[in-house]
């Protein structure tokens, strides 16, 4: 062949490459679906692939620019992708016609990510049972009964601010309150004391920055997970992290030999995954391998101790910057102390302004952007001529609903008055997903709301809180998180009372 033949093939070739690379981009506009103008091989999604923005703020960015649509269609490289916007469709798909969008449409990769086989990935089809059996651990009744170790590690939170004030009064408490949220994780659900707080080398919080330290070789790594699945599922032993695997494998095998061997009953998490080892007959769908069952645990670990400890770690940061809302609540726990004499379950889910402060955190601040789900089936929307055939991306921009001017006046101004009883009824019920809703929605938000509420009171009963030199306002958000995250940390100034 002559350089002229290899020329025209290369050509050809190229054209080849680019008709497939915008094969798919007319999906939208056939449907009558406005969306911007994809980009060839990348679609919408170059910002993300460039990290120059993390995924919430990038779907914030379309939610915002198509106010007057239901949805919007987007592509993330080949792939459509549709934006929900209009909250009574969202309450379709997660609650009134869930059994056609029972997945979030994440692939599980069991050789290459084994401990990602948990609740939050899994399809329908194991999900359903395993959460059946599983969600009698987080039952209210169970959180009382372990509240005493909520309480524990609070006051060991105090003494442990105490110290570290001895040294300087400005803290980094985004590294200070996940500490602390390992601490519970470890107790409530392990049964182990992980010692983050007295130990400054404790495994736990080094595996704990450890998995969410996205370096260069693990935005790689998820970069062909999701451009190039056959690729990822081809290079398994090289993808595969074996570090984080056997730390979490060895720690729950040590763990329940632990409790077989003396028998102890503390009705966590544990006991609730030895019950489902001891009756597998009672989970027929499901083959219950030893790590299927250590990715629950290790799933309640991350979620656990991340979105709760980012969750008072931003409530800290807007506390510093209103004190009107930071007396406020102080005065609230006082007199809740003065009356009660003590903290119990139920005295905590009683303090209103507490509960308001909470909310009005994750409304601004919501851990998890986005929420997923994927027709399993052809589906219409309600009121609209939009058809979607099955296993179609659905999106929805939690954070562009709760910074919703529509929904929220001044959405960038932190007001906990925004949750009154009678104020959080008279909005739809789709307008606040910081736990999602449905089937699906997060089936440790009870636990998350108590860790998350006595890390406050304890901390806000002895210290102030300020801003300092080193507080980074405004906040910038983390561009390589899929969790919401502050790039640089948040410094406060602490002051004991």
Request: proline residues 5%; hydrophobic residues 40%; contains cysteine.
């Amino acid at each position: 062949m002559s350089t002229l033949d290899y020329l025209a093939a290369l050509l050809a070739l190229a054209g080849l490459l680019y008709y497939w690379s915008i094969s798919t981009f007319s999906f939208w506009k056939d449907r009558g679906v406005p969306g911007p103008k994809p980009l060839p091989l990348i679609g919408n999604f170059k910002d993300v692939l460039t990290d120059r923005i993390s995924i919430g703020p990038w779907l914030l960015s379309f939610y915002t620019g198509y106010q007057n649509e239901p949805m919007v269609g987007i592509f993330i490289r080949r792939q459509p992708v549709l934006v929900l916007r209009d909250l009574d469709l969202i309450r379709d798909i997660f609650i009134r016609d869930f059994s056609k969008f029972p997945d979030r449409g994440i692939q599980v990769f069991e050789k290459a990510d084994p401990l990602f086989q948990h609740l939050f990935n899994l399809d329908h089809s194991k999900w359903r049972p395993l959460r059946n059996k599983l969600s009698p651990a987080f039952t209210s009744g169970k959180l009382k009964d372990m509240f005493y170790l909520l309480l524990n590690r609070g006051d060991h939170l105090q003494e442990y601010v105490d110290k570290l004030i001895a040294k300087s009064d400005s803290i980094e408490v985004r590294d200070l309150t996940a500490r602390f949220t390992t601490d519970v994780i470890g107790s409530c659900a392990f049964g182990l004391e992980m010692h983050a707080m007295d130990d400054e080398n404790s495994e736990f919080r080094k595996m704990g920055k450890y998995v969410f330290d996205f370096d260069w070789k693990r935005v790689l790594k998820f970069r062909i997970r999701e451009g190039a699945p056959w690729l990822y599922h081809l290079l398994w032993p090289i993808m595969r992290d074996n570090y984080l695997t056997d730390f979490f494998m060895n720690t729950m095998k040590a763990t329940i030999e632990h409790r077989r061997k003396t028998k102890i009953v503390r009705h966590d998490f544990i006991d609730q995954i030895i019950e489902i080892q001891d009756h597998p007959e009672r989970i027929p769908e499901v083959k219950l391998t030893d790590t299927l069952l250590t990715s629950q645990l290790f799933v309640f670990f991350l979620a656990g101790f991340e979105t709760s400890s980012t969750t008072i770690s931003n409530a800290l940061y807007e506390l510093a910057q209103h004190q009107d809302c930071q007396d406020r609540l102080r005065e609230e726990i006082r007199e809740v102390m003065k009356r009660e004499g003590k903290l119990t379950y139920d005295v905590v889910q009683n303090m209103k302004y507490l509960n308001m402060v909470f909310q009005e955190t994750l409304r601004k601040y919501p851990p998890v952007m986005v929420l997923v789900r994927q027709s399993d089936a052809p589906y219409t929307f309600s009121n609209t001529s939009v058809s979607i055939p099955a296993n179609t991306l659905i999106m929805i921009s939690a954070m562009g609903i709760h910074r919703d001017p529509e929904i929220y006046e001044d959405p960038e101004k932190f007001d906990p008055e925004r949750f009154t009883e009678e104020a959080f009824k008279s909005r739809h019920p789709m307008s606040y997903l910081a736990f999602g809703d449905g089937p699906r929605n997060c089936i440790g938000e009870r636990f998350a709301k108590q860790q998350t509420k006595i890390g406050l009171i304890k901390i806000l009963e002895s210290f102030r809180v300020d801003v300092n030199d080193k507080t980074e306002i405004p906040y910038k958000v983390n561009p390589r998180g899929f969790l919401l995250a502050p790039l640089n940390g948040i410094y406060l100034k602490f002051t004991k009372i």
